[in-house]
């Protein structure tokens, strides 16, 4: 009975510590600098302590969804600096999508605030267009065609109308939220799209 016992604590310590290491994966990280040789498109800020003007029920979802933003955004600007200078593409194709995917994962498992359903599936829309919009724009570049080629992608223009749809959502739900939490959320979804 105590091979047992000791087998069902170390089970629920390896569990205990993979729950641990995945809320630190989504804790807001307080360095927001963009990857070395890259620049966000927008002025990007880092969301407000405490998430004025979002109600306390909403706070840790937000936060935790909008630091899988940033991290999204990271591993996009990286993968698009290779796409633009034709460099190291597959491998930097593989990186970002081993990236993305786990990211993916956690934020389709969330536990999503009532009314926030809408926002999620936004979200993770946009996440999913964007990996099949480089991993049809990789081959392309690959081949020599043009970055202008690539943005025709079609993947490409519905992320970025998803992202406009959980801005407008996000902006709905939290009317009276101060500027400086808005902008900060705003600029989020605006350094992740593509265009």
């Given amino acids: 009975m105590s091979e047992r ?33 890259t620049q966000y498109p927008c002025a990007l800020t880092a969301l407000p302590r405490g998430l004025p003007g979002i ?12 630091a899988r933003v940033l991290r999204a955004t990271q591993a996009k600007l990286v993968l698009l600096k ?16 081993s990236e993305l995917e786990p990211l993916v994962q956690r934020q389709r498992d969330d536990r999503v605030p009532a009314g926030l359903e809408p926002f999620q599936q936004d979200v993770l829309s946009a996440l999913g267009l964007q990996q099949a919009f480089f991993s049809k724009a990789v081959p392309m570049r690959d081949a020599g065609r043009g970055m202008d080629e690539a943005y025709r992608i079609a993947e490409g223009r519905q992320a970025s109308a998803r992202l406009i749809a959980a801005w407008s959502r996000m902006q709905a739900r939290y009317p009276g939220w101060p500027a400086a939490t808005r902008d900060s959320v705003y600029h ?4 992740l799209d593509l265009f």
């Fill in 55 to 66: 109600p306390q029920a909403d706070r840790e979802y937000v936060n935790r969804t909008y």
């Fill in 5 to 37: 016992r000791a087998s069902g604590a170390a089970l629920l310590g390896l569990l205990l510590l993979a729950a641990i290491r995945a809320s630190a994966q989504d804790a807001y990280p307080s360095d927001i600098t963009p990857p070395a040789g």
């Fill in 82 to 97: 290779a796409l633009e200078e034709r460099q190291e593409l597959d491998a930097r194709l593989g990186r970002y999508l």
């Fill in 188 to 191: 989020h979804l605006c350094a």
